[in-house]
């Protein structure tokens, strides 16, 4: 099965552009009828890492499904909700069930497609047959606070798993918030839950016990009515029973995540937890009430590692040299020199060291290049000084900064490549 994969799909695995986040340019590209998806900035074209993909972003879908509901949000890069909710093909509908599969990649999905009956229903509509992007990094943070928030890391400060914390000189770990800044002093932007409950509406949120009231869940999706339930199918009934009332749900699965991680998403046991998934998203279709909308969407996707291709960044001097700290994530290491380090010599050496098997550029050229979307004056320091995007299924990892565990997980995310970056746009519409 494995090597299925690497011989029929070996594109997924290579770095492409990562995708604009703002609308801003949209209506040139369409003018001098470039393909969107396809149509690379100036700075972009310099770089070789942006491209424009119009609505078909993770941060354009509460802002459509906003839309959607006739309680249009605009947020500060996406003005126009009701645009966001044409081009994604959304109905209008009473109410909504916004699910987020964590870790489940367009590809992941597709490649698995025959585990699946009802997400492969779904994936068989015009609608779904596409993938939309994620951000960069393609890690659950970043992610979460893009979507969440309806606008791109660069805003959020949520830029990685663990990113520098400019208050204490420390990496802090953003899942559990660990030696990071408080969650409303770091995240300021509005959440699109907070938005939506402001407007009277009924926002509901879905997801594990241990998640209420967390840190990242303050960040990302502050406003929302949380309850918390271990059973997969408890989650699902409730999803469906709040739906009874108008207003948006928002449905939270880690399983497929959790089995790609502790097994790799070639496993068995990640068959398992996505068959289940699946399971329960068929029953979540056959309990809502009518004249409800399901969007099915994932914040990153997965790629299998490759043992032979680790890289440990403190048993190589060309790659350590001048570096302070190490934060990010393995596939997408962000690094921290020190003081009397010019970050574009780091950056030099990295590229020598990895040639083919790494996007690396400064801070200034990944925020010019449009990485992080638009970026506060605040969070700039937060990103690395020198930022590596993995190729194939290389990692880079410190086996100064993390556990022995933690560098050698069968299967990762948070570079650039398609496995990575593209995730699931799923419709259903129950009428
Ligand atoms: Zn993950």
């Known amino acids: ?9 070996e594109g997924l695995y290579e770095l492409r552009p990562v995708a604009r986040y703002d609308d801003a340019s949209r209506a040139n590209a369409a003018t001098t009828g470039q393909t969107v998806g396809n149509a690379a900035t100036e700075q972009g074209k310099r770089h070789g890492l942006t491209r424009y993909v119009g609505a078909r972003h993770l941060g354009c879908v509460l802002p459509a499904v906003s839309a959607a509901l006739g309680a249009p949000v605009p947020t500060r890069i996406h003005p126009d909700p009701e645009r966001l909710r044409v081009e994604l093909g959304l109905p209008h509908a009473r109410a909504a069930i916004v699910v ?13 497609r025959g585990h699946a009956a009802y997400l492969r229903n779904l994936l068989d509509d015009s609608a779904g047959s596409r993938p939309i992007s994620t951000c960069f990094p393609a890690t659950t943070v970043a992610a979460m606070g893009t979507f969440g928030t309806g606008t791109c890391p660069g805003l959020t400060g949520m830029t990685g798993y663990s990113q520098l914390n400019p208050r204490n000189g420390k990496i802090c770990q953003l899942i559990a918030f660990r030696d990071a800044m408080s969650p409303q002093e770091l995240q300021t932007q509005p959440t699109m839950f907070s938005a939506l409950a402001g407007t009277g509406m009924r926002v509901t949120s879905i997801g594990l016990p241990k998640f209420a009231g ?8 502050h406003g929302a009515d949380y309850h918390g339930m271990r059973s997969m ?23 497929c995540d959790k089995a790609g991680h502790n097994y790799g998403w070639e496993s068995e046991q990640w068959i398992a937890a996505f068959e289940k998934v699946d399971g329960c998203l068929g029953l979540l279709r056959r309990e809502v009430p009518r004249d409800t909308l399901i969007v099915v969407v994932a914040d990153h996707g997965m790629v299998q590692t490759d043992p032979q291709q680790r890289i440990d960044i403190a048993a190589t001097p060309q790659l350590s040299q001048g570096v302070a700290l190490v934060g990010g994530e393995p596939r997408a290491p962000m690094l921290y020199v020190n003081p009397d380090v010019d970050p574009r010599d780091v950056a030099d050496r990295w590229r020598d060291y990895l040639g083919e098997r790494a996007w690396v550029g400064t801070r200034r050229q990944a925020i010019d290049a449009g990485l992080y979307g638009m970026v506060r004056p605040e969070v700039e320091p937060m990103i690395g000084d020198v930022i590596a995007a993995a190729n194939d299924r290389v990692t880079i990892v410190d ?33």
Do not use: C, K
């Not at 099965?1 to 029929?8: A, G, L, N, V, W």
């Not at 967390?214 to 999706?221: I, N, P, V, W």
């Open 399 to 431: 086996s100064r900064f993390q556990t022995d565990r933690a560098t050698r997980l069968p299967s990762v995310h948070g570079s650039a490549t398609v496995m990575e970056t593209d995730v699931p746009f799923l419709i259903d519409y129950i009428d």
């Open 214 to 221: 967390s840190a990242l869940t303050e960040a990302a999706f």
């Open 233 to 255: 199918d408890d989650r699902v009934r409730a999803a469906a029973e709040a739906s009874r009332e108008p207003g948006i749900t928002y449905l939270y699965f880690n399983e």
């Open 1 to 9: 099965m494995d090597s299925q994969i690497d011989s029929e799909n």
């Open 100 to 112: 987020l599969v964590d870790g489940l990649g367009f590809w992941n999905l597709t490649l698995r």
